[in-house]
T-cell receptor, first 113, second 115 residues
């Protein structure tokens, strides 16, 4: 069974610090990787997508992908209390399942003022 | 542009009753997905529509679940009869206007509690 594992958390960081969220996946054929942010009672909101090895930066967010290690990470710089949420790693399936997302359980991040 | 909308936001029913969840995707999105998160577990795929056709329903737990998307617009997910283990949050998502790839856009979900 194809799996996505995230560091279980919860993760607590002070305001202004860097938050680092990690994810590993088992489907070696996967090509698309996503980070969703979910506030309590709300929908998962896409914040980053990454398809190629290396880093992708968008504002305070940087996604990193290493397909050889089957590893995806999300860095949040200058963390703000409003970043406090559950962060979900999602991986798109390969082959005939390439429309289907497999999610990790999520990591709860708390940013303390 | 309106997002994916789901109704109701919460539903509490007794074991053995029937519940119907509704999802309105983003206008023009051909792909519609249902996902579910049960307590303590990850969000899991249930099924996928392209327009009105079921492309993949491999994630549907059993034949007590019936999803429809008549006319290729909104979708319903019926659970009949509901069991305790059906409790969870049911998310709908949509994507892909013709010729335009987009990642999944999720609705706020329907929290289903079966007592």
């Amino acid at each position: 069974q194809k799996e996505v594992e995230q560091n279980s958390g919860p993760l607590s960081v002070p305001e202004g610090a860097i938050a680092s969220l990690n994810c590993t996946y088992s489907d070696r054929g996967s090509q698309s990787f996503f980070w969703y942010r979910q506030y309590s009672g709300k929908s998962p909101e896409l914040i980053m997508s990454i398809y190629s090895n290396g880093d992708k930066e968008d504002g305070r967010f940087t996604a990193q992908l290493n397909k050889a290690s089957q590893y995806v990470s999300l860095l949040i710089r200058d963390s703000q209390p409003s970043d406090s949420a559950t962060y979900l790693c999602a991986v798109e399936g390969s082959g005939g399942s390439n429309y289907k997302l497999t999610f990790g359980k999520g990591t709860l991040l708390t940013v303390n003022p | 542009e309106a997002g994916v909308t789901q109704f109701p936001s919460h539903s509490v029913i007794e074991k053995g009753q029937t519940v119907t969840l509704r999802c309105d995707p983003i206008s023009g999105h051909d792909n519609l997905y249902w996902y579910r998160r049960v307590m303590g577990k990850e969000i899991k795929f249930l099924l996928h529509f392209v327009k009105e056709s079921k492309q993949d329903e491999s994630g549907m737990p059993n034949n007590r679940f019936l999803a429809e998307r008549t006319g290729g617009t909104y979708s319903t997910l019926k659970v009949q009869p509901a069991e305790l283990e059906d409790s969870g949050v049911y998310f709908c998502a949509s994507s892909w206007r013709q010729g335009v790839w987009e990642p999944l856009h999720f609705g706020n979900g329907t929290r289903l509690t079966v007592t």
